[in-house]
């Protein structure tokens, strides 16, 4: 299958820092990324829907300022956690999808806000 | 809101085990998509199904869309501990960008 990476795997910062999370597509462009958010034992949550060159259209209760997503090519996007607290501490993914509907999915992201 | 009804949330077996998993809607879905997560990891896709009444076979998983392609199956012969994990299933509706998750089932198989 496609394959989505995501950097960094793992980070931890302190409160008040801005922490930018990375999600690429290697071997397919991705016309649409999406950003998730997932507590422990817990489903997906879909944070916001990203199309390459065009604003993010953000879910019920994400804040756009806080969580800031660029799409800048087919093969990237970020998002940006800013002025990070405890409680935005989560494991984050990104999926990709190209032509086809299939979403793949990055390895995630673990965020610890001290 | 599109709702994607998943069951059991959590299901602790032993080794040799079946089990079934369900995902049941109100909604038609275009393609439904079942996803195995690990601890630490993202959800990796097992099967998509598209047309009603389709049963994918993965091995040991046996996977079953409905023929009003509202619900979907998966079923497990002679669980291993290896299948342990968070089985995510994941709608696709004909003219949304966004797939709709189920809020998965937790798997645990002991030896």
């Known amino acids: 299958g496609a394959v989505v990476s995501q950097h960094p795997s793992r980070v931890i910062c302190k409160s008040g820092t801005s922490v930018k999370i990375e999600c690429r597509s290697l071997?397919?462009?991705?016309?649409?990324m999406f950003w998730y958010r997932q507590f422990p034992k817990k489903s997906l949550m879909l944070m916001a829907t990203?199309?390459?060159?065009?604003?993010?259209?953000?879910e019920q209760g994400v804040e756009k300022d806080k969580f800031l997503i660029n799409h800048a090519s087919l093969t990237l996007s970020t998002l940006t956690v800013t002025s990070a607290h405890p409680e935005d501490s989560s494991f984050y993914i990104c999926?990709?999808?190209?032509?086809?509907?299939?979403?793949?999915f990055g390895p995630g992201t673990r965020l610890l806000v001290l | 809101t599109q709702l994607l009804e998943q069951s059991p949330q959590f299901l602790s077996i032993q080794e040799g085990e079946n089990l079934t998993v369900y995902c049941n809607s109100s909604?038609?879905?275009?393609?439904l998509q079942w996803y195995r997560q690990e601890p630490g990891e993202g959800p990796v896709l097992l099967v998509t199904?598209?047309?009603?009444?389709e049963v994918k076979k993965l091995k040991r998983l046996t996977f079953q869309f409905g023929d009003a392609r509202k619900d979907s199956s998966l079923h497990i012969t002679a669980a291993q501990p290896g299948d342990t994990g968070l089985y995510l299933c994941?709608?696709?509706?004909?003219?949304?960008?966004?797939?709709?998750f189920g809020k998965g089932t937790m798997l645990l198989v002991s030896p």
């Open positions: 909604s038609v879905f275009s393609s």
């Open positions: 999926s990709a999808r190209g032509e086809i509907e299939t979403q793949y």
């Open positions: 990203s199309n390459e060159g065009s604003k993010a259209t953000y």
């Open positions: 071997d397919f462009q991705a016309t649409t």
């Open positions: 199904v598209v047309t009603g009444g």
């Open positions: 994941a709608g696709d509706h004909s003219g949304y960008s966004t797939l709709t």
